[in-house]
């Protein structure tokens, strides 16, 4: 009885183990989730969204800047002191472009 009762278990065990196993296993190298390739979307904009140089800027957006800044009189007296860069980033925080 006892005999029976422990083959039993045994071959549960095996048709446990059995079924948890991938039926169509793959090398490392054929599914692209392993190797790295695909990312979360906060960690691929964090690594591919990077900050422009002041240089880098187009004169549109040089002048859309301008016309943010010159509704604060502040800002306006620092962006002709010290330029547009300057004075956004002290009123409005880090350039949106």
Request: aromatic residues 10%; charged residues 15%; hydrophobic residues 45%.
């Given at each position: 009885m006892k005999t029976l009762v422990v083959l039993v278990l045994c071959?549960?065990?095996?048709?446990?183990?059995i079924s948890d196993a991938d039926p169509d296993p793959q090398p490392a190298g054929d599914n692209p989730a392993q190797d790295g390739m695909f990312v979360e979307r906060d960690e691929a904009s964090t690594v591919v969204r990077q900050k422009r140089a002041a240089g880098q800027l187009s004169l549109v957006q040089?002048?859309?800047?301008?016309?943010?800044?010159?509704?604060?009189?502040?800002?306006?007296?620092?962006?002709?002191?010290?330029?547009?860069?300057?004075?956004?980033?002290?009123?409005?925080?880090?350039?949106?472009?």
């Open positions: 071959s549960l065990a095996v048709i446990c183990v040089l002048e859309s800047l301008r016309e943010v800044c010159e509704a604060n009189l502040g800002c306006e007296h620092m962006m002709d002191t010290a330029g547009i860069i300057a004075a956004y980033t002290a009123y409005y925080g880090p350039i949106p472009y």
